[in-house]
Structures are given as C-alpha cells and as structure tokens.
C-alpha cells in the first residue's frame, strides 16, 4: 500500500512580506496553522515541516499541532535545500518504500485544497510513480506529488537547479481539477506581500 508524505518548508526569510509571515493572524489563527489543516484534512499519511533554526517560535506553533518539526543545523539556503533535510528525515525515520510518493506546497497557502491533495493521491495509488501537478483551469499549482524514487535525484541537482528542474527532467503529468476548486485563485495562492495578505481578508 503506498504511504504519504507531505513536506512543507518554512526555513524562508519572508522578505518580501518584511517580516515573518507564517505567523501572521489570518481568520484568528497563524497562517502556517491554515496550510497544515488542509494537509490534515486529506488523506496524506504523515506531514514534515523544516523550520530554520532559531526560529523557535514558529517551531513551537508546529510542535504544539502535532506535526513533525526537521531543525536544520544551519539555516537551508533554498528551498530545494530545506526538501532535502525533509527528505533525509522521511529516509532514516520512516524508511518509505520505492512505491511511496511525497509532496511538496509552499508554507503560506491557506487556501491549499484537501480535495485536491487526494485527488493527486487517488492518482498515484492506482499508477505510481509519477509527478503529478494539479491544474485548475490551464493553470499550474500546488501541491506537486513525486514518486520516492526521485527522493534520492534531489540532492544531486546542481546549484542553480531547484525542485522544478527535477519536475521537468521526468515530465509531470497534469491532473485536471476543475471540478474540485472553481475559485483558482483562492486554491493556488500563496501569500507573499502585505498586499496578498490583505487581498486574503477581502
């Protein structure tokens, strides 16, 4: 049976936003409670959160929800860098197998779809080993589902390649979800500017 995993790095600066973002009150609670809720609300088996050390009140937040917290021992220059000490703490704790798949969505979406997150799900476990990319309406989004085997290529990429050079060498497959989520921009937006933060509360 193929297992789960979800992977959200939060080790970001939030320079844009000018100051930490992910525990910004949206509707009452921290922004990055809203993005793990939706991953709680769908089917994934386990979910990992990478957090920058020093960042100790975000990791609390984290903790105290009950989800997994990976502290780097130095700060991850990028993204890719902050999958691959997810990915590392997935290896040597769960031991998934080559049939099992993990995903990847920003820490600031709060719109993140359930639905769509088991849709990618459904389509994995009936034809594994695929990347998946859900679409609304033409248009690209998060989170994308890749096979474990590709877990192990990540590292390997070069310094200027990130997650998405690894998407495109295999050649994702889109998986329609208009049926799911009419409002797209709600669905894939993700909040980077004080500007998309108070487009959220409108």
């Given at each position: 049976m193929q297992r789960s995993f979800a992977l959200i790095p939060a080790a970001g600066h939030s320079t844009r936003m000018g100051r930490p973002k992910l525990l910004l009150t949206v509707a009452g609670q921290p922004l990055i409670v809203h993005t793990i809720a939706a991953w709680?609300?769908?089917?994934?088996?386990?979910?990992v959160?990478?957090?920058?050390?020093?960042?100790?009140?975000?990791?609390?937040?984290v903790r105290d929800i009950g989800v997994d917290v990976v502290v780097p021992p130095?700060?991850?220059?990028?993204?890719?860098?902050?999958?691959?000490?997810?990915?590392?703490?997935?290896?040597?704790n769960l031991r998934p197998e080559p049939t099992d798949c993990w995903l990847v969505a920003p820490a600031d979406m709060p719109g993140l779809s359930p639905a769509i997150i088991n849709r990618l799900l459904d389509e994995s476990e009936s034809n594994p080993g695929r990347i998946l990319i859900p679409t609304l309406f033409g248009r690209r989004g998060h989170p994308v589902l890749l096979p474990w085997t590709l877990a192990s290529e990540l590292p390997s990429l070069t310094a200027n390649e990130g997650l998405d050079a690894l998407i495109d060498r295999h050649g994702p497959e889109p998986?329609?979800?208009?049926?799911?989520?009419?409002?797209?921009?709600?669905?894939?937006?993700d909040i980077d500017t004080p500007e998309d933060l108070r487009g959220l509360a409108e």
């Open positions: 709680r609300q769908s089917r994934v088996e386990r979910i959160v990478i957090v920058r050390p020093g960042d100790a009140p975000l990791a609390e937040v130095v700060a991850p220059p990028d993204m890719k860098a902050s999958l691959c000490y997810g990915l590392d703490y997935l290896s040597k998986i329609a979800c208009d049926d799911l989520e009419p409002n797209a921009a709600q669905a894939f937006a």
